[in-house]
């Protein structure tokens, strides 16, 4: 009976630290005790349970020093996937090397057509022509992207049939991809480059105007090999005609 008045009737001094924060003491009569749940806080009070969701609850008392709660909040932690990243990461890096590669053959060929239309006569102009080095780097910058965007798909999709012919909805599929996308546009530029070299290598040796038919091959190269074509004709004609009234 001494035991159960003592501790219902004597003050206990409650003190809580929250966040390094204290809270003046409280006096009051209270049975019970704090106990720990990493879902929220525990407290059992004249032999009813309660749990409320929250920080996490850290406490302890004596009849000496009264009780004592910490207040700890809970935390959450983000653990990140790293599968995720190197995806991404591997998604970006191919996207930036297509478009990288892409704007520096692009840039790279310019100079080439610029010295055929603005100086065709330079001693520049044709040793620049004359020379395999633009086809050999543009051509290694071609087959590492060949090697980039080929995949174990890639064969099926060319030769989609069973004659061995490409389909164009396998060559549209295989063309979504931006790796395989910029290599096909180095290929057309190393292509262009070469017929327009040709037209512009032809119209020196004949005496023929070839800065328009040079500048197709640039955009059109199929109507800048038909232009030269056309033109070779027409200054022939017009050379023969001229001939014969001389006559």
Not at 190 to 208: E, M, P, S, T
Request: hydrophobic content about 40%; overall charge positive; some cysteine.
């Amino acid at each position: 009976m001494t035991f159960s008045s003592c501790l219902c009737h004597s003050p206990i001094s409650l003190k809580i630290d929250h966040l390094g924060k204290s809270i003046k003491p409280w006096h009051g009569r209270i049975n019970g005790r704090v106990s720990l749940s990493p879902q929220g806080n525990s407290t059992e009070l004249f032999g009813q349970r309660v749990v409320t969701p929250g920080p996490y609850l850290q406490g302890s008392w004596s009849f000496i020093a009264g009780s004592r709660v910490v207040v700890r909040p809970k935390l959450e932690r983000i653990v990140p996937s790293h599968r995720g990243s190197r995806i991404n990461i591997s998604c970006l890096s191919s996207s930036l090397i297509a478009n990288s590669v892409f704007s520096l053959g692009t840039v790279a060929v310019l100079p080439f057509y610029a010295l055929m239309v603005f100086a065709p006569k330079s001693e520049l102009t044709r040793k620049s022509m004359e020379s395999s080095i633009p086809y050999a780097v543009l051509g290694l910058l071609y087959a590492y992207l060949l090697y980039l965007s080929w995949t174990p798909e890639t064969i099926r999709l060319i030769f989609a049939t069973q004659y061995w012919l490409p389909e164009l909805p396998g060559i549209a599929k295989m063309f979504s991809s931006e790796m395989t996308l910029a290599s096909a546009w180095i290929h057309l530029l190393v292509v262009d480059l070469f017929a327009a070299r040709h037209v512009y290598q032809d119209g020196q040796v004949n005496k023929i105007e070839t800065r328009h038919s040079v500048s197709f091959c640039l955009l059109f190269c199929p109507i800048g090999i038909l232009s030269h074509v056309v033109t070779k004709a027409l200054t022939r004609s017009g050379a023969a005609s001229s001939g014969h009234g001389m006559h």
